[in-house]
Each structure stands twice: as structure tokens, then as C-alpha cells.
């Protein structure tokens, strides 16, 4: 077949599928807005694109993600006709739903079956929950962001989502075309190092020798928890007195709190106020972090935080737990996922400081435990999510099946109508 895969970029999570479908005979043809010095990758063709233009200064902030991901359609429509112009017909196209790039590929191509890797479906029930500010602002933004999800689905023939939870949250006339399959992690490149050693703004060298609570997520916001961790590092600190923090992540959206601080500038006053300057100077802000220095801040860490909120996805926890990290998270759908409380780490009841604080400390006190529970949450993604034993697989025979799929089209009138009335009840 001829496979389109479109991902700003690539190969993110196609890393081991694109080159297993070249493998398997087919042609694919990537779309990416990285900016590429080949033309190929591992038998795939590279084929770059960029925005033609920005936000809009001024726009209504409830529309900003959507215009953000219009942009991103409207480069990524150009592109895909300066390959229909050279004769590229693609059976099936596969694309990621979250920066919108698949909304206007089906206008190029109408006959291509089109599968889209969705993460989860957010609801403005789940937005910035225990956040305690702009809650009413959060879930207005939010119904708006839906609309570039749902115009996606709308056109897609198959969905594939990486856990039950997270098909679960999507409407359910969307259900019967979504698929479970799981991410892969590549268990042999994440794994634990026992010399690993990182030394911060040129001056702390820290190794596996010194006691380290570490966090990570893409932004420091409510989402991710972060403000739970921040309400529990006061008691952690003053109960710990050798322990650093390292936390990783970028400030993302501002304007959390007065004066548009972002949410690492407005919990750092409220946090700092309760500390020693001794305490505060063993809290470590290290920015985002991706490859090397993404997993050697997990191997580094004695016990790793995974906090999230109870509908949105976990970044980075089956990498935590690839590396055998001893984890310590929110007891919410998307860890309960794949930990299970007490074998393959601890569970706490989100949103509460406290229990993550004594929970954090009783684990840092007990290295056998923190052994176990390393061992085990390694053991089960290499049982469950290994990339090329268990996932890969899987997720060549989604992308091959695509071609026979029925489209949404050919729907009996009775299910059309049932959808209608289900997605237009949760407008």
C-alpha cells in the first residue's frame, strides 16, 4: 500500500511503526514540520512543511488553540496537495489528532482511509481539577478545543488510543470505531543505570548515591498536579534534610494566577514562604527535558512523582517505569492504568499533599521497597508495552486493517442518527 503518516514530529511515536511498515513492503511517506536536512529516514520519504502564518494578536483566547490547530491543518492541507500534484495517491493515511493536522486531509484525498492516534477526550468536568482558579474560564476554553477533535473523528475511519480509560472517554457513538492498542516503550534503550550522575548549572553533581524526589511533565500546570507535589515539598523538605528535587517541565500557558505569573512563579511565592532558604535551595527547577537528558533524570531518581488529573493522560509513565523507577502517584484512571497500588508502585488519593508527602517519605526511607517496586513496574511494560514484541505488532495490524475498513459513510441510517443525537446532547 501507500501509507501517509503526518506528525509535526516525526517520527515521535512512529518511530519503530514507520520503519516496520516499510519493512513490510509498503511505501510511506512521512509529513513533518522538523526541519530535515534528508529526504529519508529509514526507507521512509520525508516530505517537510511549515506554517504560512501565526495566531492572530488580539484573538479571543477561548479560540487560540483552535486557530492554532487551523494553521497547522492549513500547512499541512498545502502539503498534501504538492503531493497529490506529483501523482501520490496514499490507500491509508495516519495521523495524530492533537495539533489538528488531519482536519482538511480528507478534502485532498476523499478515498484514503484515515486513522487517527488520539490520546484521550477531554472534558471540562476534568479541567485543572483541585486547581481552585478559573475553573468556569478552564472548561468554557475547553468545549472550544473539542471542536478540532470532533471535526477530526468526524472524518476518521478507525481511532487508536493506548488504554480502555482513555477510549472510555470519548463520546459513545465514537466507540465502536476505536481500537486499544498500546503505546510501545522501548524497554532496552529505558532501563536503569547504576553510575548515571547529573550535575546542575555547573556546580551540584548529584549521582544514585544522593537521595532524589524527582517530577516531570510537559508543563508545570494543574493538569499534570504539579501544585499537589508544590503543597507537599514543605513537609517532605523540612522531614528529609539531604533530599533535592528535581523538577522538569515548561511553564506553559501563563496567567494561572494575578498578574499573569505562571504556575511554577505563583506556587514557588506560596511554597517558598513556608520554607528555610536551605530548604528552598534544594528545589531544583530544570526546565523540559527530552531523550538523554529526559532518562537520566529518571535514573537518577531515588523515588519519582507521577501525578495526574483524573481525565487527562500521564505523560512519561511507562518511561518511569521502564527505568524501574519507584513511583510514587495520584490513585486517578490514568495511572491505576498501569500501576497497581503496592506492587508496581504507591498510589495516593488525589488531590491530597499530605498523603503524597507521607507516602513519598515512607518510600525514601525503605530501599528494599523501593527495589521491589522498581523491579516490578520495570517487569510489567516489558510485559505489556515492550515497542517490539508486544505493540508493534498490534499496531501493524490496526494500520494494515485500515484499508478494509468500512467508512463512517456507509453507516446504517439508524446508527447515524444515534450518533447525531448523542454528540449534539454533548454540545
Known amino acids: 500500500m501507500n501509507i501517509l503518516i503526518i506528525h509535526p514530529h516525526f517520527p515521535g ?13 509498503h511505501a510511506v511517506v512521512a509529513l513533518t514540520m522538523q526541519a530535515v536536512s534528508a529526504t529519508e529516514w529509514e526507507g521512509v520519504r520525508l516530505v517537510p512543511f511549515a506554517l504560512q502564518r501565526g495566531g492572530t494578536p488580539g484573538v479571543h483566547p477561548w479560540l487560540a488553540d483552535l486557530e ?10 498545502n502539503a ?17 489528532s492533537g495539533w489538528g493536522e488531519s482536519l482538511f486531509i480528507k478534502d485532498v484525498w476523499p478515498e484514503a482511509r484515515l486513522g487517527i492516534c488520539c490520546d484521550h477526550f477531554r472534558h471540562a468536568a476534568g479541567a485543572g481539577a483541585g486547581a481552585g482558579a478559573g475553573a468556569g474560564a478552564e472548561a468554557a476554553a475547553l468545549r472550544m478545543q473539542q471542536l478540532a477533535q470532533r471535526l477530526q473523528f468526524e472524518q476518521a475511519d478507525q481511532g487508536m488510543v493506548p488504554t480502555r480509560w482513555q477510549a472510555d472517554s470519548f463520546p459513545k457513538p465514537w466507540r465502536n470505531r476505536l481500537s486499544v492498542v498500546p503505546d510501545g516503550v522501548d524497554t532496552e534503550a529505558l532501563g536503569p543505570k547504576a553510575d548515571i550522575s547529573l550535575t546542575l548549572n555547573g556546580q551540584l553533581a548529584l549521582s544514585r548515591q544522593d537521595e532524589v524526589l524527582t517530577f516531570a511533565c510537559r508543563e508545570l500546570g494543574p493538569q499534570a498536579g504539579f501544585h499537589v507535589l508544590m503543597r507537599a515539598l514543605p513537609d517532605i523538605l523540612r522531614r528529609r534534610p539531604a533530599l533535592h528535587v528535581l523538577i522538569a517541565g ?6 494561572p494566577a494575578p498578574g499573569q505569573r505562571s504556575w511554577r512563579e505563583a506556587l514557588a511565592v506560596e511554597v517558598q514562604s513556608q520554607l528555610t532558604p536551605g530548604e528552598w535551595a534544594r528545589v531544583h527547577f530544570v526546565g523540559p527535558l527530552a531523550g538523554p537528558q529526559w532518562v537520566g ?15 487527562l493522560a500521564s505523560a ?16 486517578t484512571a490514568p495511572l491505576e492504568a498501569a500501576i497497581r497500588d503496592g506492587d508496581s508502585g504507591l498510589l495516593v488519593d488525589y488531590p ?11 518510600l525514601l526511607d525503605d530501599p528494599a521497597e523501593r527495589e521491589r517496586l522498581g523491579l516490578q513496574a520495570r517487569e510489567f511494560v516489558r510485559t505489556h508495552h515492550d515497542a517490539r514484541t508486544v505493540c508493534l505488532p498490534q499496531q501493524l495490524a490496526w494500520v494494515e486493517g485500515l484499508a478494509a475498513t468500512q467508512p463512517p459513510s456507509a453507516l446504517g441510517t439508524a446508527e447515524l442518527r444515534s450518533d447525531l443525537q448523542e454528540i449534539l446532547s454533548l454540545l
Open 250 to 255: 515548561g511553564d506553559g500557558p501563563a496567567a
Open 316 to 331: 512519561g509513565l511507562l518511561e518511569a517505569m521502564s527505568v524501574g523507577c519507584a513511583i510514587v502517584g495520584s490513585r
Open 80 to 96: 498534501a496537495l504538492g503531493l497529490k500534484a506529483e501523482g501520490f495517491m496514499p490507500d491509508v493515511i495516519v495521523a495524530h
Open 352 to 362: 491530597d499533599s499530605q498523603a503524597l508527602a507521607d507516602a513519598a517519605c515512607r
Open 297 to 311: 533524570l529518571l535514573q537518577l531518581s531515588t523515588v519519582h512523582v507521577q501525578l495526574s488529573d483524573p481525565a
Open 68 to 77: 492554532g490547530k487551523t494553521c497547522v491543518a492549513e500547512a499541512c492541507l
Open 13 to 25: 511515536q512512529f518511530v519503530h511503526l514507520a520503519p516496520a511498515l516499510v519493512q513490510a513492503g
